[in-house]
């Protein structure tokens, strides 16, 4: 890499990015990059740290490129906007080979490309330890939808399938691998017959496909109070929702879907996919809170954006606290949340 | 600070931020914040990475928390905008202390308040490494000034007084240092006598100061074709406009507005400050492209601003290829530009 040299790489990477694109008056290169957005204008931030928040031996540069984008992306649609326009820092340890960074800023433009997304700035420093990427994206929204619309008696609702991504975090620990292209390249503990679960639930975790349309559908068709991506698990994600809206809520873990291939797996080894759904993070499906006499509507209307939408529970005047709700019978739920600095935290 | 843990800490940064400020709709807590800018919007990023940009015990960590800001700033205002809106990502070793963190915030916040500047989200992060400090800076314009304008005939002018940075970086190795508010700990190796010089260069390196509304009011009045700040140095930065607009251009080296304190102390050790101000990057002052019949309004203009406006050279059309003229003569510059993978690097 210090073989090349920086402007080198820099004027490598700046030849593939597009120069045209919706909004962009101005891309990489001048001062600044000028853009066109609003009537509102959303802006998220979001860093992958390695060793923190990914492993180089366990990610492939170019889901690593596809997934800072996604995650991203998941924040700007959660809050029922478009994205648009993205700066990506990309501080690397000296040793990182040219490939690395060709093949991050593959998957990057692709999921670009896949997205709407204008590659706007950025920088490439060195760091003498972990591999540090920042992308800032911006986006807009006629009308935004909080953490903080939730009323008493909306439905606590999801979207998709919970707990694959979690599933394939534990699955990385075993030691099964996609190869650069994305596929399988080893299942671990796991025999080839579990081949299929195994590739589904590693792509959940290193390639996440958040839906990134439903929301701002249902908010605008006036299906949905609140919004939140489920980033750090259901549990600690509710309880934000909760807190920021004042109410407490409850859910039926019965109700809640799981992801049938990590259930399967989790079966196969005596456990239970409902822990990784509650605690597990990553799943960047959305977390909305619907009125409920607008619950049919919203379920149908997801249904167009070949989304499922499933009511797990409900939101209650009160305190902030998330309950599970079994026979009638609510026990308060601890929310698992991550902390960078103290590894997994565990309050109350 | 893994004794504090990440959310308290963010949650002591958040309680420290205004939440209210021009074109702020939504700020810090939602999935991304909300603001109003245009009709042009800006973007631009910068990092700052320990041992490549700054070191620790050089640079006190209020000082580092405005210096980030403000390099930002000058890539708006050298795009004829005004910053609004800051992202900031802060990467930390598990060891900085949680006196670092705020005190890095005092810095920013002050800095942000002092510019009217908005910080509307971040993260904060973990490493295994150098402290990474990545900020993403939103402006607003009606019309940009690009590097790409210059027009042959026009002059090369420079904002305030060049080399004081480059003397500022140079006192810091032989041991000078600032304390925690700003003011001079250690002359290094200077007598008391040249502490007001010290003092200047110092701050110029860790605290600049640029020029940030003159180059909008130049570019309003049609005073100014195209412009970029000085970050790289003026022999790299001038080859950067002349490659955008595709011109060449000579600089006469007597005419360049040296730093008066820079020239005493280099003086004294027997060298001479048009090095630093050639090549030495960090002043922060603008570089601009005069039409030649405006130089005495665009200087008259900036006076308003209480900023110096020098004409040190001229453009011409030309292969991009920056000169020094002396007696009539043109001698092709050597452009030294800052490589983080290869040091400095010394092309041509």
Same mark, same amino acid.
């Given at each position: 890499?210090?073989?090349?040299?920086?402007?080198?790489?820099?004027?490598?990477?700046?030849?593939?990015?597009?120069?045209?694109?919706?909004?962009?008056?101005?891309?990489?290169?001048?001062? *600044?990059?000028?853009?066109?957005?609003?009537?509102?204008?959303?802006?998220?931030?979001?860093?992958?740290?390695?060793?923190?928040?990914?492993?180089?031996?366990?990610?492939?540069?170019?889901?690593?490129?596809?997934?800072?984008?996604?995650?991203?992306?998941?924040?700007?649609? @959660?809050?029922?906007?478009?994205?648009?326009?993205?700066?990506? !820092?990309?501080?690397?340890?000296?040793?990182?080979?040219?490939?690395?960074?060709?093949?991050?800023?593959?998957?990057?433009?692709?999921?670009? @490309?896949?997205?709407?997304?204008?590659?706007?700035?950025?920088?490439?420093?060195?760091?003498?330890?972990?591999?540090?990427?920042?992308?800032?994206?911006?986006?807009?929204?006629?009308?935004?939808?909080?953490?903080?619309?939730?009323?008493?008696?909306?439905?606590? *609702?999801?979207?998709?399938?919970?707990?694959?991504? *979690?599933?394939? *975090? =534990?699955?990385?620990?075993?030691?099964? =691998?996609?190869?650069?292209?994305?596929?399988?390249?080893?299942?671990?503990?796991?025999?080839?017959?579990?081949? +299929?679960?195994?590739?589904?639930?590693?792509? @959940?975790?290193?390639?996440?496909?958040?839906?990134?349309?439903?929301?701002?559908?249902?908010?605008?068709?006036?299906?949905?109070?609140?919004?939140?991506?489920?980033?750090?698990?259901?549990?600690?994600?509710?309880?934000?929702?909760?807190?920021? !809206?004042?109410?407490? +809520?409850?859910?039926?873990?019965?109700?809640?879907?799981?992801?049938?291939? +990590?259930?399967?797996?989790? /079966?196969?080894?005596?456990?239970? @996919?409902?822990?990784?759904?509650?605690?597990?993070?990553?799943?960047?499906?959305?977390?909305?809170?619907?009125?409920?006499?607008?619950?049919?509507?919203?379920?149908?209307?997801?249904?167009?954006?070949?989304? %499922?939408?499933?009511?797990?529970?409900?939101?209650?005047?009160?305190?902030?606290?998330?309950?599970?709700?079994?026979?009638?019978?609510?026990?308060?739920? !601890?929310?698992?949340?991550?902390?960078?600095? %103290?590894?997994?935290? /565990?309050?109350?």
């Amino acid at each position: 890499m210090s073989d090349i040299g920086e402007k080198a790489i820099l004027r490598h990477i700046r030849s593939r990015i597009p120069s045209w694109g919706v909004g962009l008056v101005l891309g990489v290169g001048d001062d *600044a990059a000028v853009v066109e957005t609003g009537p509102r204008t959303l802006v998220t931030t979001d860093s992958l740290v390695e060793g923190i928040d990914f492993r180089s031996e366990w990610t492939p540069p170019t889901l690593l490129g596809r997934r800072v984008l996604t995650i991203n992306a998941s924040d700007i649609a @959660a809050m029922g906007g478009v994205p648009r326009h993205a700066t990506v !820092s990309l501080c690397l340890r000296p040793d990182v080979t040219f490939g690395f960074v060709d093949a991050f800023y593959d998957g990057l433009l692709e999921r670009c @490309a896949e997205l709407g997304i204008n590659l706007i700035g950025g920088n490439l420093s060195a760091t003498h330890g972990s591999i540090v990427i920042d992308v800032t994206l911006i986006g807009e929204a006629h009308e935004c939808l909080l953490r903080s619309g939730a009323l008493a008696g909306d439905c606590v *609702a999801v979207t998709g399938t919970l707990g694959a991504a *979690a599933a394939g *975090a =534990r699955l990385l620990t075993q030691g099964a =691998r996609l190869n650069a292209e994305g596929g399988l390249s080893s299942t671990g503990l796991w025999t080839e017959s579990s081949s +299929a679960a195994v590739l589904h639930c590693l792509r @959940a975790n290193l390639d996440p496909a958040p839906p990134l349309t439903v929301a701002r559908s249902l908010a605008e068709r006036g299906f949905v109070h609140a919004a939140i991506d489920l980033s750090d698990g259901l549990s600690g994600d509710l309880m934000a929702l909760c807190a920021e !809206s004042n109410l407490s +809520a409850w859910i039926d873990p019965e109700r809640i879907p799981l992801n049938q291939h +990590a259930v399967n797996l989790e /079966r196969a080894r005596g456990g239970d @996919a409902l822990a990784l759904a509650l605690h597990g993070g990553d799943d960047y499906q959305l977390l909305v809170a619907v009125p409920a006499e607008k619950v049919e509507d919203a379920v149908a209307e997801a249904m167009m954006w070949d989304v %499922k939408l499933t009511c797990i529970g409900g939101f209650e005047a009160g305190e902030p606290l998330v309950s599970l709700k079994m026979d009638q019978t609510l026990t308060a739920l !601890s929310c698992v949340t991550q902390d960078h600095f %103290k590894g997994v935290k /565990r309050p109350g």
